[in-house]
């Protein structure tokens, strides 16, 4: 088993954090998005992510993308979309958005 991953976030995942992480009434919400960061870097088959692969979207160079839940049963639950690269032990963060 690998020692985990290394997270690169696009600026567009680096705008929804700095908004999470500033704004009071988010705090619950950037709390289970720093979570399921956390277990993205160490296990993103992490059975509470119920990460699966997002169809409808690939990565740059036609990466499979995933979906992963920071929340569940919320309304607007946050979710985190990300694909493995570009380099091995790698995974980008493209973006963290409320489910719509």
Same mark, same amino acid.
């Given at each position: 088993?690998?020692?985990?991953? #290394?997270?690169?976030? =696009? ?6 954090? *700095? ?5 009071? @009434?988010? +705090? ?22 119920? #990460?699966?692969?997002? =169809? ?6 036609? *990466? ?5 839940? @920071?929340? +569940? ?28």
């Amino acid at each position: 088993m690998s020692n985990g991953f #290394t997270l690169f976030l =696009t600026d567009e995942a680096l705008r929804a954090i *700095e908004a999470l992480k500033t704004d009071p @009434a988010l +705090n619950k919400r950037w709390k289970a998005v720093g979570k399921a960061l956390a277990y993205l870097q160490s296990n993103p088959r992490h059975p509470g992510l119920n #990460t699966h692969k997002f =169809t409808s979207l690939s990565g740059p160079n036609g *990466e499979d993308v995933f979906e992963a839940y @920071a929340e +569940n049963n919320t309304p607007g639950a946050y979710r985190i979309f990300w694909f493995y690269g570009p380099s091995k032990s790698q995974i980008t963060v493209i973006a963290i958005t409320p489910h719509p």
